[in-house]
Nanobody, 116 residues
Framework: QVQLVESGGGLVQPGGSLRLSCAFS????????MAWYRQAPGKQRELVAS???????NYADSVKGRFTISRDNAKKTVYLQMNSLKPEDTAVYFC???WGVGMDYWGQGTQVTVSS
């Protein structure tokens, strides 16, 4: 059974930075594609960034150049470094782990609020 626990959210001023972490418990973290999604009030959940088991990354256009996803297979953790934050980045951020068919897991989410 896979469990994901996010941490690192909070309140930050525009232009500031936060680093989100997602701790993975379960077997064989290294095979999973890991991703961060976000959902703002009244909006659909959207993909922010993903990283495959080989380290290939993908980003939403809205965060390219500002956010960086990374993973530490030894620590079974995926990170999202968020720089130059904007008010429109305000959302609940969710960690996702996916592999093959039927192996699709979600964390409980962490709130990120960008406001002065």
């Amino acid at each position: 059974q896979v469990q994901l626990v996010e941490s690192g959210g909070g309140l930050v001023q525009p232009g500031g930075s936060l680093r989100l972490s997602c701790a993975f418990s379960g077997n064989i973290f290294s095979i999973y594609t890991m991703a961060w999604y976000r959902q703002a009030p009244g909006k659909q959940r959207e993909l922010v960034a993903s990283i495959t088991n080989s380290g290939s990354t993908n980003y939403a256009d809205s965060v390219k150049g500002r956010f960086t996803i990374s993973r530490d297979n030894a620590k079974k953790t995926v990170y999202l470094q968020m720089n130059s934050l904007k008010p429109e980045d305000t959302a609940v951020y969710f960690c996702n782990a996916k592999w093959g068919v039927g192996m699709d897991y979600w964390g409980q989410g962490t709130q990120v609020t960008v406001s002065s």
